[in-house]
C-alpha cells in the first residue's frame, strides 16, 4: 500500500522525458496526509496534558521545584507521543548537523516546544512555566533566566542546576 500511495503522490516519468512530471493526485494526498497527522498529533498532544499540568492554586513545593528531571520526562514524552516527538525532533535538527556535531542534542528544546503547546491547551497552569516563573522571579534577573535555560540544556538536569545556581 505504501508503495501505491508513493505513485500516486510522485508518478514516474520516464528518464528521457523532457515534460514536467505529473501532478497527479499530489495536492488531494498532501491535504490528506494533513489531515491525519493533525488528528495523531492533536490525540498525542492530548495524552500529554498529565505530564505538564500543575494544578491551578497548587504552589511548587522545593521537592517538586527539585526533584524534576529532564532525560525522564524527555522518555516519558517520547512514550506518551512518539509520532509528535519524532516530527518536532528530525525539525529541529537536520542529518547534516548530526553528523557535523553529534553531541547537539535538540531533546530538551522539543521538550520546552511541547510544554509550550501543551500549555496553550491546558485551562489550569503549565509546570514548567511554574517552575521557571517561580526561578525568574526569585533570581529577580531576566539574564539570569537565559543562563538557566542555556545551564537545564547542558545539565539536562533542573535539579542540579537548581542545586548549583543555591551554591552560587
Excluded at 490525540?43 to 496534558?49: F, K, M, N, P, S
Excluded at 533570581?139 to 537565559?146: D, E, N, V, W
Aim: charged share 25%; proline share 6%; with cysteine.
Amino acid at each position: 500500500m505504501p508503495g501505491i500511495i508513493r505513485r500516486w503522490h510522485k508518478p514516474p516519468r520516464s528518464p528521457n522525458s523532457r515534460k514536467g512530471r505529473p501532478e497527479a493526485a499530489r495536492s488531494v494526498m498532501e491535504h490528506f496526509a494533513l489531515e491525519c497527522s493533525r488528528e495523531i498529533f492533536e490525540r498525542e498532544l492530548e495524552g500529554l496534558a498529565d505530564i505538564f499540568e500543575s494544578p491551578f492554586g497548587n504552589d511548587i513545593s522545593e521537592a517538586e521545584l527539585t526533584s524534576l528531571s529532564f532525560p525522564q520526562t524527555v522518555k516519558l514524552v517520547k512514550s506518551k507521543a512518539p509520532n509528535l516527538w519524532e516530527l518536532l525532533f528530525r525539525l529541529a535538527r537536520t542529518e547534516g548537523q548530526q553528523t557535523r556535531n553529534p553531541n547537539k542534542n535538540p531533546s530538551n528544546i522539543v521538550l520546552i516546544v511541547l510544554a509550550m503547546f501543551s500549555y496553550t491547551r491546558l485551562t489550569i497552569e503549565g509546570r514548567l512555566q511554574k517552575l521557571f516563573a517561580v526561578y525568574f522571579k526569585f533570581r529577580g534577573f531576566s539574564a539570569k533566566g537565559f543562563d538557566t535555560l542555556h545551564l537545564i540544556y547542558e545539565r539536562c538536569d533542573v535539579g542540579t542546576v537548581v542545586a548549583k545556581i543555591q551554591k552560587e
